[in-house]
């Protein structure tokens, strides 16, 4: 190649450069377009759904355009993981991705159809759900320490009723009872609903659910609640302590929730999306509904949310391997 043919080359791809770039510009600020479909990985009715909802709601009039929830049940949230990274990546597509889809199905199930690191392009980390470690009333577990107490005494003779095996509450007792050196008897049911219903009428003696089922029951004296496993006080359960701060410093084990693209989806569109859900979730009111449902405000921006979703994936993999789980 003779140095004009060279010179007209490197000009040809600087063009191409500068097209591709101020094409990818061009999208960025005609967005959005149209409505944006969001993927709940649960059923209608539950925590995932309510943030979902919320967020869609508040996010739609600053977009311009209306952002659709679509519920896709299944597989812990993996069918909704799936579909997203089936779609385009181009902002028309997100998904409210969970701690059980992206840091838990994949040790849970063995395999599943999508990588939780390369297949998405985190957004925003906006939501943490404790699990409330809680006990019927006639229980002789006073506190936390009685129940560890008992149960190094008589290694799986407590029964500790969860909503299902692979659920956050099953898993962050599971991690519990790892830090704490104990063995109890985990009891499956197909739902939080069931597992407190069991735990009020003392089918199980210790329940491990998410608090803003179980807040209600402790607040009624239908339970007696033992500890929270978020960093800090629930604003609902503000009496019962934290699961860190009664001797075991730094724990922690939350049911997070975030916003995510498809891999691919340009930059520009990612950081759009990130300014509007902090404005979002900024809102007073947000937080406020987030607290009165026992859900704590966290904002993560794409990279700090990209290096905790993979803190959580070796976590919880870790965990889940070790313990021999799997999901039914």
Not at 241 to 251: D, K, S
């Amino acid at each position: 190649m003779n140095g004009t043919m060279a010179v007209r080359a490197l000009l040809c791809a600087a063009l191409v450069s500068i097209t591709v770039t101020a094409n990818a510009a061009d999208r960025a600020d005609s967005y959005p377009g149209r409505p944006i479909r969001f993927l709940v990985g649960f059923a209608a009715g539950g925590a995932n759904d309510l943030v979902a909802r919320l967020v869609a709601t508040k996010l739609g009039p600053r977009l311009g355009q209306q952002v659709i929830v679509d519920n896709r049940a299944g597989g812990g949230g993996i069918l909704a993981h799936e579909l997203l990274v089936s779609a385009a990546p181009d902002g028309y597509t997100m998904i409210l991705a969970s701690v059980t889809g992206l840091a838990m199905a994949p040790a849970l199930r063995g395999k599943v159809p999508y990588d939780p690191i390369r297949d998405f392009l985190p957004v925003a980390q906006v939501v943490d759900a404790a699990t409330l470690f809680s006990t019927h009333p006639s229980s002789v577990s006073r506190t936390l320490a009685d129940m560890v107490a008992r149960a190094k005494k008589d290694p799986g003779a407590l029964i500790v009723g969860n909503p299902g095996i692979g659920s956050v509450g099953h898993l962050a007792f599971e991690r519990f009872s790892s830090v704490a050196g104990i063995k109890v008897v985990n009891v499956p049911y197909k739902s939080g609903g069931l597992a407190a219903t069991a735990a009020i009428s003392g089918q199980v003696e210790h329940l491990a659910g998410i608090i803003s089922s179980g807040a209600p029951h402790v607040k009624a004296g239908k339970l007696r609640g033992l500890g929270v496993t978020s960093a800090r006080r629930s604003q609902i359960l503000s009496d019962v302590p934290t699961v860190a701060e009664q001797g075991y410093p730094g724990f922690e084990a939350s049911g997070w929730l975030g916003i995510a693209f498809p891999a691919k989806t340009p930059a520009a569109i990612v950081q759009r999306m990130y300014k509007e859900t902090q404005a979002v979730m900024a809102q007073q009111d947000t937080q406020a509904f987030l607290e009165k449902s026992g859900l704590d405000y966290v904002m993560k921006n794409p990279e700090e949310f990209r290096g905790y979703i993979k803190a959580e994936l070796a976590r919880w993999t870790k965990l889940i391997t070790d313990a021999g789980i799997k999901a039914d």
